[in-house]
């Protein structure tokens, strides 16, 4: 596999938005999803090397910059076909509707949303059909920084609902939160269907090759296992107890 001038001979560079617990420097190996990728570069001989920054800064340092390899991790759109070379997955992931108990949102279709604003991360994607509807306007969404500071506005009643990863979710909660505010917060998992994640290779012939190299070294692991296995190491194990 080659390095091109996206690494140094033996070390391979992403860029990431921290995105705790898929992806973090908290977290032993750099979260689960970080953890995945360093055992198969270990296999291939390279070190993995994974430098944080904001999400919108990440996607272009990680597609354009020739220290780095691209971006961890992203998930799958259409209009990311152009910018990406996608690997196999590496997180299996729920996006989920979170309100409050006092004026709980709950719906089972994304298309029930109208009327209702919901605060969204910038740059983020959301799933094709909520997406979609956000960008028709038929869905009214607020656009924040990152999923805490969406957490919080939420708390103080900014919008009446948000939409973020349910692990992502837990993880701040415990982390990040008092446990009267977490108290106040509820899920509804029923409008979004399970999602993989992908690291995004560069759309380059370089990018290619290194992405045939992982998928090829991939195989070769039973990533459901490992992640069961890392999310019991990090006390992540089951639902959790969020209501739903």
Known sequence: MHGADAQTPRTI??????????????????????SLMHAVFDKLGYSVRIDYFPWRRTFELGRRDPRYAGVAVVYHTAEREAMCHFSVPIASTLIVLVSLKEQPVRTSRIAD?????????????????????????RIEVEEGVNDETNLRKLLVRRFPAIVIERRVLRHL????????????????????RERPMHIC?????????QQRAFNDAARAFDFVQMEKDYWRRVGQQGGGNLDG
């Open 13 to 34: 560079r992403f860029a990431a938005e921290e995105w705790p617990p898929f992806v973090t420097p908290t977290l032993p190996e750099d979260g689960m999803s970080g």
């Open 113 to 137: 949303l109208r009327g209702v604003r919901i605060g969204t991360v910038a740059g983020y994607s959301n799933g094709d059909e909520f997406d979609t509807l956000a960008h028709q306007g």
């Open 173 to 192: 909660l415990a982390s990040r939160f008092a446990p009267a505010e977490r108290e106040r917060i509820v899920i509804d998992e029923r409008p979004f």
């Open 201 to 209: 290779f560069k759309k380059s012939p370089e990018g290619l090759i």
